[in-house]
């Protein structure tokens, strides 16, 4: 008879691991707790509008569409993809920039800003695609339980090239001065979760990622992605249960016998955890069994948590590109809210997408959908519908600015997602929305264990776990998690 394998989550980590497992003949079954697949990168249907709830950015193709070829399909079986150019617009407070897909034009850009940057540019891409291709080689797809998966003559002199020990903040302004080439350089790091300071210089392999690979779009929208791996994953036989929140992993001796559900027990000879680390250790599991205590928890930085705003106008904006990110606040005294004294931002930085400019799938005849994200720190208190109120108030006010005309007043659908709600719905620990912040402190073996000391059959895998946040690398996480189940399971055999 198979081996069955519970799946806690349908988010890109529980979907690809689910695959994988199931393409080796394993039984599996996927609990999610939501009543869809896809987890943070969910959809949300309004008056005709089909919001992207999460992430907007494709970035890394080539990683969805390895993940794609192990399955012998292409992500062109499942949907379109347009590469975007220009690949975002910045607004400055003078004025806004284009980031041209075309590097030709981007060199160009930066040497009318700063003479001899477009040299610095070449030579600091050259570098980040080397440390991109090592890292994808050498790293990201180790589980990192151990040091000894890094005793490698290779992987040691990979790991000297990868630059751990200077800040992507020293690196970008070693080779840059422009103010605004450092904050576009600087840009990506956002993703990561802490402050370019604190990143180390390794991620400027994000840029290579952002200006070498581009920014692309699955028409239909994100949500596209994850229907594909769940086509896939169903074809594949995996089965899955929506609305079952698992409430409890059981455990005897040191093995999990199966997951507890409202609708009964089921049991596993394997269980992968892709919810978040925290819940699952702390609610899901016995005292015992837990590996990390409370005050493990508390000191972790974690990725910020983030306001966001999924709306509908009635008519169609000019003015903005698909991707926009409205630099024309003070960063550093965002970032400071953010990351050294948390607390609700004045005058935010923010993000803008216009999903409907390239897709008009997305949004009712003559409507535009726009989603906006503000980033805030993590844990804070006061996530209230009045204080959300007044942030869509400034927001609208500074893109009504920007594009001369009155957008709050073209609003017919607006739903709002804050820190509670990632709490609420996503279970994630004070409300993070991409997991933990990638320090060096948080890499690697540093990161939560993929494989439980305490329960010898129970495994993670997720943003919080290696490689980290972001699609791509949840994807990859379930194949590392997949790869360890299923030696874990022959070994039994
Ligand atoms: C606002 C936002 C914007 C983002 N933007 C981007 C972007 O542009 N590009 C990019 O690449 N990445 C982006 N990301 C990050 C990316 O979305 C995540 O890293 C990735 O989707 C995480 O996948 P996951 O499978 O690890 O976790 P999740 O997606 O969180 O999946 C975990 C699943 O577990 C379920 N669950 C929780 N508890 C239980 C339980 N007890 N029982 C059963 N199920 C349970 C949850 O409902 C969820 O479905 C963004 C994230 C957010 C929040």
Same mark, same amino acid.
């Given at each position: 008879m198979a081996k069955r394998i519970s799946i806690i989550g349908s988010g890109f980590a529980g979907l690809s691991a689910s695959c994988f497992l199931a393409s080796k003949g394993f039984e599996v079954h996927v609990f999610e707790s939501?009543?869809?697949?896809?987890?943070?990168a969910g959809l949300w249907e309004a008056n005709g509008f089909k919001f992207d709830?999460?992430?907007s950015w494709y970035w890394m193709p080539d990683i969805f569409e390895r993940f794609f070829q192990q399955f012998h399909r292409k992500a062109s079986d499942f949907y379109t993809l347009v590469r975007l150019n220009p690949s975002y617009r910045i607004f400055w407070a003078d004025g806004f920039t284009d980031i041209p897909a075309d590097n030709q034009a981007l060199t160009t850009m930066f040497e009318q800003w700063e003479p001899g940057s477009s040299k610095a540019l070449q030579r600091y891409l050259a570098e980040a695609a080397r440390k991109y291709e090592l890292g994808m080689k050498k790293?990201?797809?180790?589980?990192?339980?151990?040091w000894t998966e890094f005793v490698d003559r290779d992987v040691w002199r990979a790991l000297g090239k990868?630059? &751990? +020990?200077?800040?992507i903040h020293r690196h970008i302004a070693r080779h840059f001065h422009h103010p605004r080439i450092r904050q576009i350089m600087a840009f990506p790091v956002l993703f990561l979760g802490a402050l370019p300071e604190h990143t180390?210089?390794?991620?400027?392999l994000m840029n290579y990622a952002d200006m070498a690979l581009g920014t692309w779009y699955p028409m239909g929208g994100i949500y596209r992605v994850v229907e594909a791996m769940y086509i896939l994953a169903r074809e594949l036989g995996v089965s899955f249960h929506f609305q079952c929140p698992v409430q409890q992993i059981l455990v005897q001796g040191q093995k999990a016998t199966g997951v507890l559900t409202a609708a009964g027990e089921y049991p596993a000879d394997a269980v992968l955890a892709t919810a978040d680390y925290h819940h699952v250790e702390?609610? &899901? +599991?016995?005292?015992?069994?837990?590996?990390?205590?409370e005050t493990y928890w508390q000191r972790r930085q974690l990725s910020p948590s983030c306001l966001l705003y999924y709306i509908g106008l009635n008519r169609r904006l000019t003015g903005l590109q698909h991707h926009n990110l409205?630099?024309?606040?003070?960063f550093a005294t965002h970032a400071h809210d953010i990351y050294t004294h948390p607390r609700w931002p004045e005058q935010p930085l923010f993000y803008l997408c216009a999903p409907s400019l390239t897709d008009?799938?997305?949004?009712?005849?003559g409507g535009e959908n726009l989603f906006v994200l503000i980033p805030v720190a993590a844990g804070?208190?006061?996530?209230?519908a009045a204080r959300r109120e007044t942030y869509l108030q400034q927001v609208m006010h500074r893109i009504s600015q920007r594009l001369g005309t009155d957008v709050f007043n073209a609003i017919s659908y607006c739903k709002t997602f804050g820190p509670e709600d990632f709490v609420h719905r996503y279970h994630a620990y004070r409300g993070?929305?991409?997991?933990?912040?990638?320090?060096l402190r948080q890499t690697a073996v540093l990161?939560?264990?993929?494989?439980s000391s305490r329960v010898e059959n129970l495994f993670f895998a997720g943003?919080?776990?290696?490689?980290?946040?972001?699609m791509p690398p949840a994807i990859i996480s379930g194949e590392i998690a997949a790869k360890l189940i299923t030696k874990y399971l022959q070994e039994l055999l």
């Amino acid at each position: 008879m198979a081996k069955r394998i519970s799946i806690i989550g349908s988010g890109f980590a529980g979907l690809s691991a689910s695959c994988f497992l199931a393409s080796k003949g394993f039984e599996v079954h996927v609990f999610e707790s939501l009543d869809q697949p896809g987890g943070r990168a969910g959809l949300w249907e309004a008056n005709g509008f089909k919001f992207d709830m999460g992430p907007s950015w494709y970035w890394m193709p080539d990683i969805f569409e390895r993940f794609f070829q192990q399955f012998h399909r292409k992500a062109s079986d499942f949907y379109t993809l347009v590469r975007l150019n220009p690949s975002y617009r910045i607004f400055w407070a003078d004025g806004f920039t284009d980031i041209p897909a075309d590097n030709q034009a981007l060199t160009t850009m930066f040497e009318q800003w700063e003479p001899g940057s477009s040299k610095a540019l070449q030579r600091y891409l050259a570098e980040a695609a080397r440390k991109y291709e090592l890292g994808m080689k050498k790293f990201a797809f180790k589980p990192g339980l151990s040091w000894t998966e890094f005793v490698d003559r290779d992987v040691w002199r990979a790991l000297g090239k990868m630059d &751990l +020990l200077q800040s992507i903040h020293r690196h970008i302004a070693r080779h840059f001065h422009h103010p605004r080439i450092r904050q576009i350089m600087a840009f990506p790091v956002l993703f990561l979760g802490a402050l370019p300071e604190h990143t180390p210089a390794l991620y400027s392999l994000m840029n290579y990622a952002d200006m070498a690979l581009g920014t692309w779009y699955p028409m239909g929208g994100i949500y596209r992605v994850v229907e594909a791996m769940y086509i896939l994953a169903r074809e594949l036989g995996v089965s899955f249960h929506f609305q079952c929140p698992v409430q409890q992993i059981l455990v005897q001796g040191q093995k999990a016998t199966g997951v507890l559900t409202a609708a009964g027990e089921y049991p596993a000879d394997a269980v992968l955890a892709t919810a978040d680390y925290h819940h699952v250790e702390q609610e &899901l +599991l016995p005292d015992k069994f837990r590996q990390y205590s409370e005050t493990y928890w508390q000191r972790r930085q974690l990725s910020p948590s983030c306001l966001l705003y999924y709306i509908g106008l009635n008519r169609r904006l000019t003015g903005l590109q698909h991707h926009n990110l409205f630099f024309d606040t003070d960063f550093a005294t965002h970032a400071h809210d953010i990351y050294t004294h948390p607390r609700w931002p004045e005058q935010p930085l923010f993000y803008l997408c216009a999903p409907s400019l390239t897709d008009p799938s997305v949004a009712p005849p003559g409507g535009e959908n726009l989603f906006v994200l503000i980033p805030v720190a993590a844990g804070l208190e006061g996530d209230e519908a009045a204080r959300r109120e007044t942030y869509l108030q400034q927001v609208m006010h500074r893109i009504s600015q920007r594009l001369g005309t009155d957008v709050f007043n073209a609003i017919s659908y607006c739903k709002t997602f804050g820190p509670e709600d990632f709490v609420h719905r996503y279970h994630a620990y004070r409300g993070n929305a991409y997991g933990l912040a990638n320090t060096l402190r948080q890499t690697a073996v540093l990161k939560p264990r993929m494989r439980s000391s305490r329960v010898e059959n129970l495994f993670f895998a997720g943003q919080l776990t290696a490689p980290g946040p972001g699609m791509p690398p949840a994807i990859i996480s379930g194949e590392i998690a997949a790869k360890l189940i299923t030696k874990y399971l022959q070994e039994l055999l």
